[in-house]
């Protein structure tokens, strides 16, 4: 759907439709005055669609409803009296203030009864970062300044559950900082961008640094037989599936770990002993999976997390002994 189609849209009867805009790939910072600089939160993108006196409604970049998951942003629209749509990052906190994106991950892959106990529940904020549509009209074809303008004046604070995503000045000062506290990386936004639906975009520029997790090892993938990668998990949360990793693991540890593992076929016996995510995908044409009866952890760096909230580009990097 083109961005002239996608306007004529009422964007709160049909929010299926929203398409949020993504940043490029920036080598480098631009450092002209036209452009201003943002955390790049480590989160879950979400529109908000606030209408007073209705309930709020969170649209992933997907289309999902993302209320189920996350119940307590269904009263945002407290802090926010005016109908309108931001654009912005689900975000969960850790204890020492920084986001923490495993805890997200927790949320998104819940069971119906873990949901329903309210299990697994942390600190959670909505992060706002730019408003698309005001008292049911477009913003598209407002700049980036004045549209930041607009959203920083509806917001009356900036605590909690909602909050306002600070810009700054000195970009080479923000990316050096978002390095030190182990965060994703930086935006860089220009001042006189317009919004582009759906599109990557230049008028954004996303700089990354390299991110690490740890994972748990609970499997080994053979292709044709042969061990070619390792099924991953969350180390802090084995039911949480992060992906496999194939690339950069010693050829001797890959060899260790297939001699470590045991097929549920052959052993139904064991499966109750063994930790396994709730959900993984299933095996390809010419793969199959053996699990390990005693998982370790691993280092594995990697890019980003995709939209599957799986592990982009992730290479090994080193056992975990402590």
């Known amino acids: 759907m083109t961005q002239s189609t996608l306007l004529t849209y009422d964007p709160y009867a049909h929010p299926e439709v929203l398409k949020p805009m993504l940043p490029v790939k920036a080598d480098k910072i631009p450092r002209e005055d036209r452009f ?10 979400a529109f908000c669609i606030i209408e007073p006196e209705k309930q709020v409604r969170l649209i992933s970049r997907n289309g999902k409803s993302l209320l189920p998951s996350y119940p307590e ?14 654009d912005g990052e689900i975000v969960a906190f850790g204890d020492d203030g920084l986001p923490d994106f495993g805890q997200v991950l927790r949320r998104e892959r819940q069971t ?5 106990a309210g ?51 000195d970009g ?10 182990g965060l994703e990386g930086i935006i860089a936004k220009e001042k006189d961008g317009l919004y582009h639906f759906g599109a990557r975009h ?19 993938v053979l292709h044709d037989g042969r061990p070619r990668s390792f099924l991953l998990s969350l180390n802090s949360d084995p039911t949480v599936y992060i992906g496999r990793v194939g690339s950069g693991i010693p050829d001797e540890l890959l060899s260790i770990a297939s001699s470590m593992t045991i097929a549920l076929s052959e052993s139904g016996s064991h499966q109750e002993e063994l930790t396994l995510p709730h959900t993984f995908p299933r095996p390809a044409r010419g793969e199959s999976y053996r699990y390990l009866s005693t998982p370790f952890a691993i280092i594995v760096t990697f890019s980003e997390w995709t939209d599957a909230l799986t592990l982009r580009h992730p290479v090994f990097h080193n056992l975990i002994t402590r």
């Open 36 to 45: 201003a600089y943002e955390v790049k939160w480590d989160g879950i993108r």
């Open 112 to 116: 119906e009864s873990s949901r329903a």
């Open 119 to 169: 299990l697994g529940r942390k600190a959670i904020s909505y992060i706002a970062f730019d408003i698309v549509s005001l008292d049911g009209s477009w913003l598209a074809d407002a700049v980036w300044e004045r549209r930041r303008e607009i959203l920083q004046s509806l917001m009356k604070s900036s605590v909690g559950l909602l909050q306002f995503s600070a810009t700054h000045d």
């Open 73 to 86: 942003l269904s009263s945002l629209h407290q802090h926010i009296a005016t109908r309108c749509i931001l």
């Open 202 to 220: 230049g008028t954004w520029q996303k700089l990354r640094h390299v991110q690490q997790v740890d994972a748990l090892v609970f499997g080994v």
């Open 172 to 181: 080479q000062a923000l990316f050096d900082a978002t390095k030190r506290m």
